[in-house]
């Protein structure tokens, strides 16, 4: 299912969604993917019960940050950046046209810059990378809830 904009111009989620995607091109900057991501996850949250913990939050917004201007930064043409929940899972998954698939740089504390693969790599429970016949396609894999259980910390507050 796709995106609408609500009547404040931020991205709303339809009732029932499981599942959101979002075309970035041209100069869009990263802010659209993370109100993408803050209402999907909030809908997901209201409209279906599901445990979408602070922290689970906040590391979905910068795996999508970190994916989608990599995708803007070195690939030709537009992103897609689609968001859906499998079980206890929330699946970030970027597409775009450039062939060339990312690489984590060796470890090198002297590096600046270049560590947000290394980031995303760090806080997701899965991470692919898959060649595609006009560029490639990553999925993330992130937790919803902080505890074992399935549980949101947020609710033992």
Same mark, same amino acid.
């Given at each position: *299912?796709?995106?609408?904009?609500? %009547?404040?111009?931020?991205?709303?989620?339809?009732?029932?969604?499981?599942?959101?995607?979002?075309?970035? =091109?041209?100069?869009?900057?990263?802010?659209?993917?993370? &109100?993408? +991501?803050?209402?999907?996850?909030?809908? +997901?949250?209201?409209? !279906?019960?599901?445990?979408?913990?602070?922290?689970?939050?906040?590391?979905? $917004?910068?795996?999508?940050? $970190?994916?989608?201007? #990599?995708?803007?930064?070195?690939?030709?043409?537009?992103?897609?950046?689609?968001? =859906?929940?499998?079980? %206890? #899972?929330? $699946?970030?998954?970027?597409? %775009?046209? #450039?062939?060339?698939? @990312?690489?984590?740089?060796? @470890?090198?504390?002297?590096?600046?810059?270049? !560590?947000?693969?290394?980031?995303? *790599?760090?806080?997701?429970? #899965?991470? !692919?990378? !898959?060649?595609?016949?006009?560029?490639? /396609?990553?999925?993330?894999?992130?937790?919803?809830?902080? %505890?074992?259980?399935? /549980?949101?910390?947020?609710? &033992?507050?």
């Amino acid at each position: *299912m796709g995106q609408t904009a609500g %009547d404040d111009g931020q991205p709303s989620i339809p009732a029932g969604s499981v599942s959101v995607s979002q075309l970035f =091109e041209g100069d869009e900057g990263i802010a659209p993917a993370r &109100h993408l +991501v803050r209402a999907f996850l909030a809908g +997901v949250r209201s409209a !279906h019960g599901l445990p979408v913990s602070s922290r689970a939050m906040s590391l979905v $917004e910068l795996v999508v940050s $970190e994916l989608v201007t #990599n995708a803007r930064k070195y690939a030709p043409g537009p992103c897609l950046l689609s968001l =859906e929940v499998q079980g %206890d #899972n929330v $699946e970030v998954t970027v597409r %775009d046209g #450039n062939i060339v698939l @990312p690489a984590v740089s060796a @470890p090198d504390p002297s590096r600046i810059g270049q !560590h947000g693969l290394e980031v995303v *790599m760090a806080v997701c429970r #899965n991470f !692919h990378v !898959h060649q595609e016949p006009m560029g490639k /396609r990553i999925t993330a894999t992130l937790a919803l809830a902080d %505890d074992p259980d399935g /549980r949101s910390a947020d609710s &033992h507050l």
